[in-house]
């Protein structure tokens, strides 16, 4: 009996001193540091039976993941996602079905005109060069590419407004290329957890590139943009709610390691 109530204050203790430690984990400045350390890609990579693990929890809890981005084609994915540049899916979620009504190809498009597309875009960020581009590219796609959203991830990126991160989304929803466009959310999520460290986007999405196996490549970009768009969110991450959060090498995280 006294051994019994030895061991189990001897837990309660442990268990405390875990407690506390978490606590002190969760202060704003521990994270801000924490975040300063990931960003930089000083973090521990995860090795491969970690990246494993974890993209088998992912495929299990969301074995077709989708992108929140509304289009309807080709054409209007590489529209909504050149809009989405420093703005949020919900906010060109609003403004894209009335463009896309009056313009859902690139000859449309064109006809539609830059004054009109600028005013349907203008609750958007940054829509005066974004209808600019739109137009730009749109003419572009009608010269030299048919009227066609190429499969060529050099052509797309000769399209005005367009990047290496917006040709990466295209190539994997469109044409269903197993690209990562790395985004701010991937970014965190690569460096914080130890999946793929890197200083810069180009660096990390190498690393996911290398790292990442072939079966879990197509869908791995919806994965991690979820799971940084809702789990681990830039400010307060949902340690608590998070599928991989016994992996994760962030020391910011305010779940521990390994169970109580
Ligand atoms: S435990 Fe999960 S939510 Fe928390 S920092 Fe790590 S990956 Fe992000």
């Known amino acids: 009996m006294a051994r019994n109530t030895t061991r189990k204050t001897i837990r309660q203790r442990l268990d405390a001193a875990r407690k506390g430690r978490a606590a002190r984990l969760k202060s704003g400045r521990a994270q801000a540091k924490a975040d300063a350390e990931a960003g930089h890609g000083e973090l521990p990579q995860w090795t491969k039976a970690e990246i494993e693990a974890a993209f088998r929890r992912f495929a299990a809890a969301n074995p077709t993941p989708r992108g929140e981005l509304q289009s309807i084609n ?126 810069t986007p180009l660096e990390v999405e190498m690393k996911l590139n290398e790292v990442v196996p072939e079966r879990y490549r197509l869908h791995a970009h919806h994965w991690l943009i979820l799971h940084g768009r809702y789990v681990c969110v830039a400010r307060r991450p949902r340690c608590e709610k998070c599928l991989i959060a016994d992996l994760c090498k962030w020391p910011g995280k305010t779940v521990l390691s390994s169970p109580a």
């Open 74 to 199: 080709p054409f209007t994915l590489l529209v909504a996602v050149v809009l989405s540049a420093q703005a949020t899916d919900a906010g060109v979620n609003k403004a894209t079905p009335a463009l896309f009504k009056l313009a859902d190809t690139p000859e449309q498009m064109v006809k539609l005109g830059e004054p009109r597309v600028r005013a349907l875009i203008k609750t958007i960020g940054l829509y005066r060069t974004k209808a600019k581009n739109l137009i730009a590219l749109s003419r572009k796609l009608v010269s030299e590419h048919g009227g066609e959203v190429p499969h060529d991830r050099d052509a797309l990126e000769a399209l005005p407004g367009v990047g290496r991160k917006t040709a990466n989304v295209v190539l994997n929803v469109a044409f269903g290329e197993p690209t990562i466009a790395v985004d701010t959310h991937i970014f965190r999520v690569g460096n914080r957890t130890g999946l793929a460290v890197g200083k």
